[in-house]
């Protein structure tokens, strides 16, 4: 069974910094790519970053720059440096099970096929 957890989340101040997790079972995290997607109140899920299998990264605009997503292969966990946090950044941030290899479109949720519950993240000003 495929399982995807997330955890890191909390209550930051503006300016500050939070590392998220996702630990990961069930398939071979390896040779799948990745993503983080957020869900701000009241609007729908936006993809944030995904990395490849070969470790190749991307960004969207809104987080370029201030947040860097990472992976262990070792121990099958993903991550997400996020700094210079901003109250526009509080969101429910979910990791995502992509394809094989590389992500085609980030955009399209369609591209993951497993979910975590989630962990909020909160930015007061």
């Known amino acids: 069974e495929v399982q995807v957890v997330e955890s890191g989340g909390g209550l930051v101040q503006a300016g500050g910094s939070l590392r998220l997790s996702c630990a990961t079972s069930?398939?071979?995290?390896?040779?799948?790519?990745m993503s983080w997607v957020r869900r701000a109140p009241g609007k729908g899920p936006t993809w944030i970053s995904s990395?490849?299998?070969?470790?190749?990264?991307i960004y969207s605009d809104a987080v370029n720059g201030r947040f860097t997503i990472s992976k262990d292969k070792d121990k099958n966990t993903m991550y997400l440096q996020m700094t210079s946090l901003k109250p526009e950044d509080t969101a429910m941030y979910y990791c995502?099970?992509?394809?094989?290899?590389?992500?085609?479109?980030?955009?399209?949720?369609?591209?993951?096929?497993?979910w975590g519950q989630g962990t909020q993240v909160t930015v007061s000003s």
């Open positions: 069930g398939f071979t995290f390896s040779i799948y790519a």
């Open positions: 990395i490849n299998s070969d470790g190749t990264t």
């Open positions: 995502a099970k992509g394809p094989l290899g590389t992500i085609g479109d980030p955009w399209n949720l369609d591209e993951y096929d497993s």
